[in-house]
């Protein structure tokens, strides 16, 4: 037996019991219906009955034990006299009538839950993802290739034990998401790369002969299973660009708001306990210790394994240390991303960064919240690595296709160099776009071609008048604000779905107005207040016909679609967008 750090477990060939190959991706994408991993019924809710029966073993132990074994008085177990009911059986021989009934109980879940598994069926079409499951109550819920929003696979602690994953795909609306749960886990990610494959709008490739799986002993594959990557099992690429370091994560969790909160409300039991002397404060006092540790430990713990990546179907993100999830975005899914970095993080340079997407899965995030941070913490050259995988998809081949088309109108180029050129512009594009947040992440004043708030709008805005401010750039606005907590939010045009000026009396008695930009609920609000009323309206004019041309030259809903000539099979090529990320050189701060 033998085992290293980060390598294979190689148990005993006497001990290795083999388990079968798993079925392929194109075993579950055929169009016809296939049941769910045989181990759901019991992930899904029938641990309790497990649990409650080894309460009642454990309650019982004593009363079956003196029934198979009497005591010094030839006494088979209890009377019943106190009550017990299992005394009550063993002294009034009822012992063989409760075993009877609780066998029968067993037959009779174990019943419904082989038929609810039976009945649990899925399948996944040319265009949709369908799922059957109910006894009495049937319900079908479907899932449109072209509307998928994200596509996450958990692994919690107890399924990865029975080597099973919940793939869930996620769509715009409320209880819209469509989960698959349980399939095996190492099928789940060729399934989820089938499904994002066919939404993408390539076409299949060639298939070649089916390759000979030897099985793999079940010890071995659940170990490496739990020692993998979140990206997905047995997968080395595509690689995390960035690398969560433990006393970043550990310094951000200890500086954030709560610490405040937390700070404020141990300040205020001690206060009250020196000056009324009553220590039966501290029963709040406790349990409240108690809970930010959890908190603390929680968000840590989450995050230890974070990882962020670039495929060929998006962004794929990944987090957690016993029970792990991670989530792949495609592209023209993200509607707003927002940089912030509190006043406590900005000695060390620190960011996060979040996201508005049309919905989310059920997986929660290092925060116990939505899956919407793609950045717990990072340095500026973290945030330049994950804005270089978003940035391309969001802003780059949007705005390369609205400057392609009014080149092609002023006659100052061809089509066939148009197709030739486009990627390229894109990366052009996006780095143009980057190279703007860069300038306002810590920018203030019109640094970086912003327009910002007039000296009157101090009144509002004591200390981030001079900060506070937006502008347009190729295929996005953004809009900065905060001098204590900074942000800067980016909306990429295509993504944009309406815009507003906003103007109350106080505004209006002071000539300013607000710009609001509408995109999908979520954390971030993008809105820029105490602007000029002049510049406010003539930028509300021009980003709305912006976002109008951006969203006719938008084509990320099927991404891969336009990179694959008709007759083509699908494009070769490695799990790696294709527009990379910026070299390590591009910096924005000291990396600490």
Not at 21 to 26: L, V
Not at 61 to 87: A, H, K, M
Not at 189 to 211: F, N, Q
Not at 251 to 272: D, N, W
């Given at each position: 037996?033998?085992?290293?750090?980060?390598?294979?477990?190689?148990?005993?060939?006497?001990?290795?019991?083999?388990?079968?190959?798993?079925?392929?991706?194109?075993?579950?994408?055929?169009?016809?219906?296939?049941?769910?991993?045989?181990?759901?019924?019991?992930?899904?809710?029938?641990?309790?009955?497990?649990?409650?029966?080894?309460?009642?073993?454990?309650?019982?132990?004593?009363?079956?034990?003196?029934?198979?074994?009497?005591?010094?008085?030839?006494?088979?177990?209890?009377?019943?006299?106190?009550?017990?009911?299992?005394?009550?059986?063993?002294?009034?021989?009822?012992?063989?009538?409760?075993?009877?009934?609780?066998?029968?109980?067993?037959?009779?879940?174990?019943?419904?839950?082989?038929?609810?598994?039976?009945?649990?069926?899925?399948?996944?079409?040319?265009?949709?993802?369908?799922?059957?499951?109910?006894?009495?109550?049937?319900?079908?819920?479907?899932?449109?290739?072209?509307?998928?929003?994200?596509?996450?696979?958990?692994?919690?602690?107890?399924?990865?034990?029975?080597?099973?994953?919940?793939?869930?795909?996620?769509?715009?609306?409320?209880?819209?998401?469509?989960?698959?749960?349980?399939?095996?886990?190492?099928?789940?990610?060729?399934?989820?790369?089938?499904?994002?494959?066919?939404?993408?709008?390539?076409?299949?490739?060639?298939?070649?002969?089916?390759?000979?799986?030897?099985?793999?002993?079940?010890?071995?594959?659940?170990?490496?299973?739990?020692?993998?990557?979140?990206?997905?099992?047995?997968?080395?690429?595509?690689?995390?660009?960035?690398?969560?370091?433990?006393?970043?994560?550990?310094?951000?969790?200890?500086?954030?708001?709560?610490?405040?909160?937390?700070?404020?409300?141990?300040?205020?039991?001690?206060?009250?306990?020196?000056?009324?002397?009553?220590?039966?404060?501290?029963?709040?006092?406790?349990?409240?210790?108690?809970?930010?540790?959890?908190?603390?430990?929680?968000?840590?713990?989450?995050s230890l394994r974070y990882s962020i990546a670039s495929t060929r179907d998006g962004i794929r993100i990944g987090w957690g240390l016993l029970s792990t999830s991670n989530e792949t975005l495609p592209p023209g899914r993200i509607h707003s991303i927002r940089l912030s970095q509190p006043l406590a993080w900005r000695p060390f340079g620190w960011w996060e960064v979040k996201i508005n997407v049309a919905s989310h899965s059920s997986a929660k995030g290092a925060d116990n919240q939505a899956n919407t941070t793609i950045l717990p913490v990072g340095s500026a050259d973290d945030v330049t690595r994950v804005l270089g995988l978003v940035l391309p998809e969001l802003v780059g081949l949007t705005a390369a296709d609205v400057a392609a088309e009014d080149a092609l109108a002023r006659g100052e180029t061809t089509a066939d160099e148009v197709a030739a050129g486009s990627p390229q512009r894109a990366v052009e594009e996006s780095t143009r776009t980057l190279s703007l947040i860069e300038a306002g992440m810590t920018s203030s004043g019109t640094e970086g071609g912003f327009t910002v708030s007039p000296r009157r709008a101090a009144v509002l805005r004591w200390f981030s008048w001079r900060r506070n401010g937006f502008r347009e750039a190729p295929g996005a606005v953004l809009l900065r604000k905060g001098a204590i907590w900074r942000e800067l939010i980016v909306v990429p045009l295509p993504r944009l779905q309406s815009v507003g000026v906003r103007q109350g009396p106080i505004l209006r008695r002071l000539r300013l107005a607000s710009l609001e930009f509408h995109t999908v609920q979520g954390p971030i609000t993008a809105n820029v207040g105490a602007l000029d009323q002049g510049d406010a309206r003539d930028f509300f004019s021009k980003a709305a016909a912006d976002a109008v041309s951006a969203a006719k030259a938008d084509r990320t809903h099927r991404w891969l679609e336009t990179q694959v000539a008709p007759g083509a099979g699908e494009p070769q090529a490695d799990d790696a967008t294709a527009f990379p990320a910026p070299d390590a050189s591009t910096r924005l701060g000291d990396d600490r």
């Open positions: 037996m033998s085992w290293t750090p980060g390598g294979d477990f190689t148990p005993p060939k006497d001990f290795r019991a083999q388990e079968p190959a798993p079925p392929s991706s194109t075993d579950f994408t055929d169009g016809e219906w296939h049941r769910l991993h045989p181990a759901t019924p019991l992930l899904k809710g029938g641990i309790v009955f497990v649990v409650i029966l080894g309460i009642f073993i454990n309650n019982a132990r004593e009363q079956l034990i003196g029934f198979f074994i009497p005591g010094p008085d030839g006494n088979r177990g209890g009377r019943g006299d106190d009550g017990d009911p299992v005394g009550y059986a063993v002294g009034h021989g009822l012992i063989g009538f409760v075993v009877l009934g609780i066998v029968a109980l067993l037959v009779i879940i174990i019943a419904i839950f082989y038929v609810s598994w039976r009945v649990n069926t899925f399948r996944v079409t040319a265009d949709t993802v369908e799922v059957r499951s109910g006894i009495l109550f049937r319900t079908n819920r479907r899932a449109r290739l072209d509307r998928i929003q994200g596509i996450n696979i958990e692994r919690r602690l107890l399924a990865r034990i029975f080597g099973a994953a919940k793939l869930e795909i996620s769509q715009a609306g409320h209880d819209a998401n469509v989960p698959l749960a349980y399939l095996r886990s190492a099928s789940a990610d060729a399934v989820r790369s089938e499904i994002l494959r066919r939404a993408s709008g390539t076409r299949e490739a060639e298939k070649g002969e089916p390759g000979q799986h030897q099985g793999t002993g079940v010890i071995e594959k659940r170990l490496n299973e739990f020692l993998a990557e979140p990206l997905g099992e047995g997968q080395t690429e595509p690689q995390s660009v960035v690398k969560m370091h433990p006393g970043r994560l550990v310094g951000s969790a200890i500086l954030s708001p709560f610490t405040l909160f937390l700070a404020a409300v141990i300040a205020a039991v001690i206060i009250s306990i020196a000056t009324t002397g009553q220590y039966v404060l501290l029963v709040v006092f406790f349990p409240t210790i108690l809970g930010s540790f959890s908190y603390y430990s929680r968000r840590v713990v989450k």
